[in-house]
């Protein structure tokens, strides 16, 4: 069992940067793969970024490639967010979430791959 929790949502302007943490609970977050989705208002959920366990493989969507990195320390049992170069456009609530898949698999971007959920920080960018 893991518990996520996120923070470091806000309200920021156009153009500036703002990091997520998600803090998992449990001595077991170094196995699992964890990701980042948002949900925008009247939206479905959709992903944004992945990192293997070993934080060696990332995997980006189109839209926040170049902009956003993410990253992991297993020894904190946090994942990060970067977000750089905000537009209106990334507003939305972000959830982290853990699941496991093969260390051959990369990319996964769909909701039911993943197991374990926080509840969400929302990151609202004004133009």
């Known amino acids: 069992q893991v518990q996520l929790v996120e923070s470091g949502g806000g309200l920021v302007q156009t153009g500036t940067s703002l990091r997520l943490s998600c803090a998992a609970s449990?001595?077991?977050?170094?196995?699992?793969?964890m990701a980042w989705f948002r949900q925008a208002a009247g939206k479905e959920r959709e992903f944004v970024a992945s990192?293997?366990?070993?934080?060696?493989?990332?995997y980006y969507a189109d839209s926040v490639k170049g902009r956003f990195t993410i990253s992991r320390d297993n020894a904190k049992n946090t994942v990060y967010l970067q977000m750089n170069t905000l537009k209106p456009e990334d507003t939305a609530v972000y959830y982290c979430?853990?699941?496991?898949?093969?260390?051959?698999?990369?990319?996964?971007?769909?909701?039911?791959?993943?197991?374990?959920w926080g509840q969400g920080t929302q990151v609202t960018v004004s133009s």
């Open positions: 979430a853990a699941g496991w898949q093969p260390y051959t698999i990369v990319g996964v971007t769909t909701e039911k791959e993943y197991d374990y």
């Open positions: 990192i293997k366990r070993s934080g060696s493989i990332t």
């Open positions: 449990g001595r077991t977050f170094s196995s699992y793969d």
